[in-house]
Antibody, heavy 117, light 107 residues
Framework: EVQLVESGGGLVQPGRSLKLSCVAS????????MTWIRQAPGKGLEWVAS????????YYPDSVKGRFTISRDNAKSTLYLQMNSLRSEDTATYYC???????????WGQGVMVTVS | DIQMTQSPASLSASLEEIVTITCQAS??????LAWYQQKPGKSPQLLIY???SLADGVPSRFSGSRSGTQYSLKISRLQVEDIGIYYC?????????FGGGTKLELK
Protein backbone atom coordinates (compact mmCIF):
# COMPACT_ATOMS: atom_id res chain seq x y z
CA GLU A 1 0.00 0.00 0.00
CA VAL A 2 1.34 3.39 -1.00
CA GLN A 3 1.71 5.74 1.95
CA LEU A 4 2.93 9.33 2.11
CA VAL A 5 3.30 10.79 5.59
CA GLU A 6 4.10 14.47 5.98
CA SER A 7 5.54 16.18 9.04
CA GLY A 8 7.18 19.41 10.10
CA GLY A 9 4.30 21.84 9.91
CA GLY A 10 3.33 24.38 12.52
CA LEU A 11 3.07 28.05 13.40
CA VAL A 12 5.90 30.28 12.20
CA GLN A 13 6.43 34.03 12.08
CA PRO A 14 6.63 35.90 8.77
CA GLY A 15 10.15 35.91 7.36
CA ARG A 16 11.18 32.75 9.17
CA SER A 17 11.86 29.28 7.78
CA LEU A 18 10.33 25.84 8.05
CA LYS A 19 11.20 22.45 6.58
CA LEU A 20 8.61 19.85 5.70
CA SER A 21 9.31 16.15 5.31
CA CYS A 22 7.39 13.36 3.64
CA VAL A 23 8.25 9.72 4.20
CA ALA A 24 7.13 7.43 1.40
CA SER A 25 6.47 3.70 1.55
CA UNK A 26 4.78 0.99 -0.48
CA UNK A 27 6.49 1.81 -3.77
CA UNK A 28 9.95 2.21 -5.26
CA UNK A 29 10.55 5.85 -4.32
CA UNK A 30 13.45 6.46 -6.67
CA UNK A 31 11.31 5.57 -9.69
CA UNK A 32 8.94 8.51 -9.31
CA UNK A 33 8.89 12.26 -9.58
CA MET A 34 7.41 13.84 -6.46
CA THR A 35 5.51 17.06 -5.88
CA TRP A 36 4.27 19.38 -3.14
CA ILE A 37 0.83 20.90 -3.57
CA ARG A 38 -0.81 23.29 -1.12
CA GLN A 39 -4.30 24.38 -0.23
CA ALA A 40 -4.98 27.60 1.65
CA PRO A 41 -7.87 27.39 4.16
CA GLY A 42 -11.15 27.16 2.26
CA LYS A 43 -9.39 27.62 -1.09
CA GLY A 44 -8.35 25.54 -4.08
CA LEU A 45 -5.21 23.64 -4.96
CA GLU A 46 -1.89 25.21 -5.93
CA TRP A 47 1.16 23.40 -7.28
CA VAL A 48 4.24 24.35 -5.20
CA ALA A 49 7.23 22.30 -6.35
CA SER A 50 8.25 19.16 -8.22
CA UNK A 51 11.41 17.10 -8.39
CA UNK A 52 12.52 14.40 -10.80
CA UNK A 53 13.11 10.86 -9.60
CA UNK A 54 16.88 11.36 -9.40
CA UNK A 55 16.63 14.82 -7.88
CA UNK A 56 18.52 16.21 -10.82
CA UNK A 57 15.86 18.72 -11.79
CA UNK A 58 13.37 20.80 -9.85
CA TYR A 59 10.44 22.97 -10.86
CA TYR A 60 8.62 25.83 -9.11
CA PRO A 61 5.92 28.38 -9.85
CA ASP A 62 6.89 32.04 -9.61
CA SER A 63 5.01 32.39 -6.30
CA VAL A 64 7.64 30.35 -4.43
CA LYS A 65 10.67 30.39 -6.73
CA GLY A 66 13.77 31.57 -4.86
CA ARG A 67 12.14 31.01 -1.45
CA PHE A 68 11.26 27.29 -1.46
CA THR A 69 13.54 24.36 -2.23
CA ILE A 70 12.38 20.84 -2.91
CA SER A 71 14.80 17.97 -2.38
CA ARG A 72 14.80 14.25 -1.78
CA ASP A 73 16.85 11.50 -0.16
CA ASN A 74 16.18 8.34 -2.14
CA ALA A 75 18.07 6.21 0.39
CA LYS A 76 15.57 7.29 3.03
CA SER A 77 12.52 7.44 0.71
CA THR A 78 11.97 10.95 1.96
CA LEU A 79 10.90 14.15 0.24
CA TYR A 80 11.59 17.59 1.67
CA LEU A 81 10.40 21.15 1.24
CA GLN A 82 12.58 23.89 2.67
CA MET A 83 10.53 27.06 2.97
CA ASN A 84 12.35 30.34 3.59
CA SER A 85 11.15 33.94 3.88
CA LEU A 86 7.67 32.74 4.69
CA ARG A 87 4.71 35.04 4.09
CA SER A 88 1.17 35.06 5.40
CA GLU A 89 -0.01 33.92 1.97
CA ASP A 90 1.99 30.70 2.40
CA THR A 91 -0.46 29.64 5.10
CA ALA A 92 -1.93 26.37 3.84
CA THR A 93 -2.13 22.64 4.15
CA TYR A 94 0.81 21.16 2.24
CA TYR A 95 0.36 17.82 0.52
CA CYS A 96 3.11 15.48 -0.57
CA UNK A 97 2.11 13.76 -3.81
CA UNK A 98 3.46 11.14 -6.14
CA UNK A 99 3.63 12.04 -9.81
CA UNK A 100 2.32 9.61 -12.37
CA UNK A 101 2.80 9.88 -16.09
CA UNK A 102 2.84 13.42 -17.46
CA UNK A 103 1.90 15.03 -15.07
CA UNK A 104 -0.76 14.11 -12.60
CA UNK A 105 -0.79 13.19 -8.95
CA UNK A 106 -1.96 9.69 -8.12
CA UNK A 107 -1.25 9.46 -4.40
CA TRP A 108 -1.55 12.19 -1.77
CA GLY A 109 -0.46 12.36 1.84
CA GLN A 110 -2.81 13.43 4.61
CA GLY A 111 -1.37 16.93 4.52
CA VAL A 112 0.46 19.08 7.03
CA MET A 113 -0.68 22.54 8.14
CA VAL A 114 1.64 25.53 7.95
CA THR A 115 0.48 28.78 9.53
CA VAL A 116 2.48 31.94 8.97
CA SER A 117 1.47 34.57 11.50
CA ASP B 1 0.20 30.62 -17.38
CA ILE B 2 -2.68 28.40 -18.49
CA GLN B 3 -5.92 29.29 -16.75
CA MET B 4 -8.44 26.57 -15.95
CA THR B 5 -12.00 27.83 -15.48
CA GLN B 6 -14.39 25.41 -13.87
CA SER B 7 -18.16 25.61 -13.92
CA PRO B 8 -20.38 25.61 -12.11
CA ALA B 9 -18.72 26.69 -8.86
CA SER B 10 -21.37 24.77 -6.96
CA LEU B 11 -23.97 22.23 -7.88
CA SER B 12 -26.85 20.57 -6.09
CA ALA B 13 -28.11 17.28 -7.49
CA SER B 14 -30.29 14.33 -6.50
CA LEU B 15 -29.24 10.73 -6.04
CA GLU B 16 -29.06 8.77 -9.30
CA GLU B 17 -29.01 12.03 -11.28
CA ILE B 18 -26.52 12.62 -14.10
CA VAL B 19 -24.00 15.31 -13.16
CA THR B 20 -21.65 17.14 -15.50
CA ILE B 21 -18.82 19.48 -14.49
CA THR B 22 -16.86 21.42 -17.08
CA CYS B 23 -13.39 22.90 -17.23
CA GLN B 24 -12.32 25.44 -19.85
CA ALA B 25 -8.63 25.77 -20.63
CA SER B 26 -7.31 29.18 -21.70
CA UNK B 27 -5.24 27.56 -24.44
CA UNK B 28 -4.69 24.20 -26.08
CA UNK B 29 -3.62 21.55 -23.56
CA UNK B 30 -4.29 18.50 -25.71
CA UNK B 31 -5.38 15.58 -23.55
CA UNK B 32 -3.22 16.63 -20.60
CA LEU B 33 -6.09 17.01 -18.18
CA ALA B 34 -6.79 15.31 -14.87
CA TRP B 35 -9.72 15.39 -12.45
CA TYR B 36 -9.58 15.05 -8.66
CA GLN B 37 -12.21 14.55 -5.99
CA GLN B 38 -11.82 15.95 -2.50
CA LYS B 39 -14.23 14.64 0.09
CA PRO B 40 -14.92 16.78 3.17
CA GLY B 41 -11.91 16.83 5.48
CA LYS B 42 -9.87 14.54 3.25
CA SER B 43 -6.98 14.78 0.81
CA PRO B 44 -7.77 15.00 -2.90
CA GLN B 45 -7.90 11.75 -4.87
CA LEU B 46 -7.14 11.23 -8.54
CA LEU B 47 -10.22 10.30 -10.57
CA ILE B 48 -9.28 10.69 -14.21
CA TYR B 49 -6.06 11.41 -16.10
CA UNK B 50 -5.26 11.92 -19.74
CA UNK B 51 -8.76 13.39 -20.15
CA UNK B 52 -10.52 10.01 -20.27
CA SER B 53 -8.55 7.35 -18.34
CA LEU B 54 -9.99 6.22 -15.01
CA ALA B 55 -7.59 5.98 -12.11
CA ASP B 56 -7.31 2.67 -10.26
CA GLY B 57 -10.39 1.85 -8.20
CA VAL B 58 -12.55 4.66 -9.57
CA PRO B 59 -16.13 3.55 -10.29
CA SER B 60 -17.18 3.34 -13.92
CA ARG B 61 -19.98 5.86 -13.36
CA PHE B 62 -17.24 8.51 -13.68
CA SER B 63 -16.13 9.48 -17.17
CA GLY B 64 -14.17 12.25 -18.85
CA SER B 65 -14.41 13.84 -22.27
CA ARG B 66 -13.12 16.72 -24.33
CA SER B 67 -14.39 19.11 -26.96
CA GLY B 68 -11.67 21.43 -28.11
CA THR B 69 -10.40 23.21 -25.03
CA GLN B 70 -13.45 22.34 -22.95
CA TYR B 71 -13.23 19.28 -20.73
CA SER B 72 -16.05 17.52 -18.92
CA LEU B 73 -16.40 15.19 -15.98
CA LYS B 74 -19.60 13.18 -15.95
CA ILE B 75 -21.08 11.19 -13.10
CA SER B 76 -23.70 8.94 -14.64
CA ARG B 77 -25.68 8.12 -11.47
CA LEU B 78 -24.87 10.29 -8.48
CA GLN B 79 -24.23 8.41 -5.23
CA VAL B 80 -23.95 9.71 -1.66
CA GLU B 81 -20.21 9.00 -1.61
CA ASP B 82 -19.66 11.30 -4.60
CA ILE B 83 -20.30 14.42 -2.54
CA GLY B 84 -17.30 16.72 -2.35
CA ILE B 85 -15.28 19.21 -4.35
CA TYR B 86 -13.99 18.40 -7.82
CA TYR B 87 -10.91 19.97 -9.39
CA CYS B 88 -9.49 19.82 -12.87
CA UNK B 89 -5.75 20.17 -13.50
CA UNK B 90 -3.79 20.82 -16.66
CA UNK B 91 -0.57 18.91 -17.20
CA UNK B 92 0.42 20.51 -20.49
CA UNK B 93 2.97 23.00 -19.22
CA UNK B 94 4.35 24.52 -16.05
CA UNK B 95 3.08 26.00 -13.88
CA UNK B 96 0.70 23.08 -13.60
CA UNK B 97 -2.59 24.72 -12.68
CA PHE B 98 -5.89 23.68 -11.18
CA GLY B 99 -9.40 24.87 -11.73
CA GLY B 100 -11.12 26.71 -8.91
CA GLY B 101 -13.21 23.71 -7.95
CA THR B 102 -16.85 22.62 -8.14
CA LYS B 103 -18.64 21.89 -4.90
CA LEU B 104 -21.13 19.06 -5.39
CA GLU B 105 -23.92 18.72 -2.86
CA LEU B 106 -26.98 16.55 -2.49
CA LYS B 107 -30.33 18.10 -3.17
Amino acid sequence: EVQLVESGGGLVQPGRSLKLSCVASGFTFNNYWMTWIRQAPGKGLEWVASITNTGGSTYYPDSVKGRFTISRDNAKSTLYLQMNSLRSEDTATYYCTRVKGYIHFDYWGQGVMVTVS
Amino acid sequence: DIQMTQSPASLSASLEEIVTITCQASQNIGNWLAWYQQKPGKSPQLLIYGTTSLADGVPSRFSGSRSGTQYSLKISRLQVEDIGIYYCQQASSTPWTFGGGTKLELK
